[in-house]
């Protein structure tokens, strides 16, 4: 009986112990907001472009780790996004919708450009410079590329350009050699 | 003694680990240095070291003068550039330079006047050493001294006299490892006293106590002259060392490595274990910045290659075009013909001969197709055979590392230390199935660098897509308040005389509209 008595005592104490250990942590490492969807939205490329038919980079990422959302309609992300995503998440990778196509930049054909604000208003980045009846004028460094200025300007003056090649990001391509075809190849065949 | 057996026997032969030691085809080590006439136009681009490209001070139509400074440095990792010749500035546009891309950058066309005269704006510092080591090293800097050795990092940068990281040996670099080049053992032969006083130049601004002078003992004629001059000198902190000769020693950790026993580790550099290297070419530019006040205007340059009918080495000036320089070895037709820009292991293929060469051009080969026997074009599967790792003079694993690079696998590439690798191509070398690795891990590299890239434009435009979002949020609640206050004034305004009502309903409406 006695026995009984100190294991009762003994795992009851030993499990008080570990409850205010449990209650102490729960308060000191305690996380706010959704940690995965932060991981989800660091792994994107930030263009709030919405092509992936929710209004930035931060509610698909929420979407995405709620579970409502497939990790595939990042579209400027493309592959290497879709894949860590689906990395993250654990789910087969999926194939991408839409190709991202070459990274663009807007450019404010400033001669036609009647100063109405109207794109400065849609940027996501506030990359476009200008006030009411001043030309505007696009920061090319800050211009993700997202196209949502296009369709709210009056006098369709913003064209979509090339983004400019630069020196220093200039990389090597893959050697032109068979072998190294092949490595694309079976990539590209295996998510087909 | 044991050691001098054991290399008689050959086998303490590698000093650092791996390397290889190819045909070391040195044709050109007992041609001595000619001058390279003045071509009819210089190319002169805005960019010739790893840094900031510089700002062009010149205007089309100006006069400038040899040295005179035609573009000023940006940042701090940036040297200056200046005019190789007097003459007149043409124009200043768009030209392609050595780069692997082929890419263009701006560049300066001076056309000479043929009178080559020279800005004297910088005076001589004779008494060096009486001055202040951070006034010499300022003048290395406005001479436009960058890395001759084919890196062509900014000079000055390295000759920081760092309290933390104090400099105790110097390691003048003889080395010259690649194949072809013969370029610092011809100035190491025919210039060695203006070197041993760079050498000491560069103690004194660094405060080192000891020099090494390093050569390959397959450069027995520039060990004499070294030795002699040293001899002359009577100076027991300098020392020469005669090393065995094998590929990629000339690479500064390597050759730490081989010297001293000291591993530089990852990430760190040879100031971090108490050494600084420097090359010869450079200590010779240091030595006519600092004695005659000249800035960079000219480099040897081993003009090789069997294409090439009479191989030399030539004193350049910086911006002359390529197909001018073959032109004097008597090189005019570039069929079937590769062109390299440095040396063949690190060196870089040139599409066309119409690039001028910069500050860091050690060598121009030709080589027709036939020897380069389109090496890496096929490409067979890797056999598992292991040379690869074992020329590795930095321990890696190339074949495997060049799997992941090809598939993408750029973490795990990264796990493997991709970035530790310095593209001495030994392991392309070796390799019995022609896989260009190198190339491979060249890829990774700019993939890698690319992802990086990305990444940090994502962060910049997440926090500016907040930082939009808060402002608008801001707007939003002012707006909100504005109206409440104007709302709640309104409201005490009809308690205390109702009588009013009406009138200032009416005024809110305006307030409204605004």
Known sequence: MEQLLYATLSLGAFALIAGIILAIASKVFHIEGDPLSDKIDALLPQTQCGQCGYPGCRPYANAVAGGEADVNHCVPGGERTMLSIADLMGVEPKALEEEASVPVVAFVREDECIGCTLCIKACPVDAIIGAPKQYHTVVTDHCTGCVLCLEPCPVDCIDMIQKPELLEHWSWPLPDTERAQLGVERRESHHD | ?514
């Open chain 2, 1 to 514: 003694m044991i050691k001098s057996f054991l290399n008689k026997l050959g086998f303490a032969s590698a000093p650092f680990a791996g390397g290889v030691t190819p045909d070391m085809c040195k044709w050109t080590e007992d041609s001595a240095i000619e001058d390279c006439p003045l071509p009819p136009l210089f190319i002169v681009p805005i960019k010739q070291h790893i840094g900031q490209a510089c700002t062009p001070l010149v205007q089309v139509g100006d006069l400038v003068l040899r040295g005179q400074k035609i573009a000023k440095s940006e940042g701090y990792l940036s040297v200056p550039i200046h005019a190789p010749t007097s003459g007149r500035v043409l124009k200043i546009e768009e030209h392609a330079i050595p780069h692997p891309s082929g890419m263009g950058l701006t560049s300066i066309f001076i056309e000479p006047d043929g009178k080559d005269e020279r800005d004297s704006s910088l005076t001589p510092m004779n008494n060096w050493q009486d001055a202040d080591p951070a006034e010499l090293r300022e003048r290395v800097r406005i001479c436009g001294i960058a890395g001759l050795g084919g890196a062509a990092f900014p000079t000055f940068i390295k000759l920081l006299k760092d309290k933390r990281h104090p400099i105790e040996t110097v390691i003048l670099n003889g080395v010259e490892c690649e194949p072809f080049l013969t370029n610092d053992h011809r100035l190491m032969v025919e210039n060695s006293a203006e070197i041993l006083h760079g050498l000491h130049i560069i103690m004194h601004m660094v405060g080192a106590k000891k020099a090494i002078i390093a050569i390959e003992d397959n450069k027995k004629d520039s060990l004499l002259a070294m030795q002699k001059v040293l001899d002359l000198a009577d100076s027991d902190a300098i020392s020469v060392a005669s090393l065995p000769t094998r590929y990629p020693q000339g690479s500064e950790k390597q050759l730490i490595e081989s010297l001293t026993g000291k591993q530089v580790p990852a990430g760190k550099l040879p100031m971090h274990v108490g050494v600084l290297c420097q090359n010869i070419g450079t200590t010779k530019a240091i030595y006519d910045a600092i004695i005659f006040g000249h800035a960079i205007t000219d480099r040897i340059i081993t003009i090789s290659g069997d294409a090439v009918p009479k191989p030399a080495n030539m004193r350049v000036r910086l911006g002359t075009p390529m197909r001018f320089i073959y032109a004097q070895r008597g090189l005019e037709k570039f069929d079937n013909i590769q062109l390299l820009h440095g040396g063949p292991m690190m060196g870089e293929r040139m599409r066309h001969p119409d690039i001028p060469v910069v500050k860091s051009s050690t060598g121009l080969l030709a080589i027709n197709n036939e020897r380069m026997k389109a090496a890496h074009q096929v490409e067979d599967p890797c056999i598992r055979c292991g040379h690869c790792s074992e020329v590795c003079p930095v321990s890696l694993v190339p074949n495997l590392l060049a799997d992941h690079c090809r598939n993408d696998q750029l973490e795990k590439a990264a796990d493997y230390n991709l970035f530790d690798c310095i593209e001495c191509g030994a392991c392309s070398y070796v390799c019995p199935s022609h896989i260009p690795l190198v190339h491979y891990f060249r890829y990774g590299k700019g993939q890698a660098a690319q992802v990086r890239r990305e990444q940090s434009f994502a962060e910049v435009s997440r926090l500016r897509s907040e930082g939009r979002d808060i402002r608008l949020q801001r707007e939003k609640d002012e707006k909100a308040a504005k109206r409440r206050k104007v709302r709640d004034t309104l409201r005490s305004e009809s308690v205390l005389n109702p009588e009013n009502d009406k009138k200032t309903e009416t005024t809110s409406n305006t307030e409204g509209k605004k």
